[in-house]
């Protein structure tokens, strides 16, 4: 007897629909619900249909690890949706730290790569938000301004979809930052997530690959990138 626990295939086909709340996900022709038993409801169809996508690619059994859109939508749904606030403090609280903000002092190749990804985006918080960062050498903490804070609190969004992907960028990359840089569309996801491992980059080229370690980052890009297509989706700050 197989010892997968993942719960069997249970519908033939998935759809995308328009229904209560904005767009859904139907298994054969039945919505869907998260976990806590929220209907699952989003304001753009292509989101249902990426949505969708994920569960009519499953196999014989619903794999949740295959499906990082639907775990985010869920989480947003279940979780967020009952405390923005909190969700909201601790992106500000990451930019309280930001990656950005903490740069090395060798060797050369690395300090170019930090100013080459990183100063642009400090430039474009500092012009667009109103948020000037101090930075710093090596891993010393240091206080930034208030008002640089508070611009970031400032410019994140209410709902929680938004909300719950911009956290989950946040918490992936080490930078709220890069997380508002990519829904404000100055980077591409994919821009984004090379910034936030400038480090590990140089890293590899003096000592080369980890397997381990480059799998788990594939599946944190999985998760990253749903992230940034959910924001994509949904619209950008003006959306």
């Known amino acids: ?5 993942r719960p069997k295939r249970f519908y033939t086909r998935a759809e995308a629909a328009a229904g209560e709340g904005g767009f859904r996900v139907e298994l054969d022709g039945r919505p869907i619900r998260t976990p806590g038993r929220n209907l699952v409801a989003v304001p753009s169809r292509d989101t249902a249909e990426a949505l969708a996508a994920e569960w009519a690619a499953q196999g014989e059994r619903v794999d949740p690890m295959t499906m990082p859109l639907t775990r985010l939508v869920n989480s947003a749904l279940d979780g967020v949706a009952r405390d923005p606030r909190a969700v909201a403090d601790e992106i500000v609280r990451y930019a309280g730290s930001d990656l950005l903000c903490y740069r090395a002092e060798a060797p050369e190749r690395l300090v170019d790569r930090q100013t080459l990804h990183w100063d642009p985006v400090l430039d474009w918080a500092r012009d667009t938000l109103g948020a000037r960062f101090i930075l710093t050498q090596g891993i010393i903490f240091v206080d930034q301004p208030p008002s640089a804070v508070a611009a970031v609190d400032e410019a994140l969004p209410a709902d929680p979809l938004r909300l719950a992907a911009l956290n989950l960028m946040t918490t992936l990359s080490g930078s709220a930052l890069l997380a508002l840089a990519v829904w404000h569309g100055l980077l591409s996801p994919e821009a984004a997530w090379a910034a936030a491992h400038v480090d590990e980059d140089v890293q590899i080229e003096m000592w080369g690959e980890d397997a381990e370690a480059m ?9 990253f990138s749903a992230a940034a297509a959910l924001l994509r989706q949904i619209g950008g700050p003006e959306g």
């Open 1 to 5: 007897m197989s010892d997968d626990r």
């Open 215 to 223: 799998e788990r980052r594939a599946a944190r890009w999985r998760d």
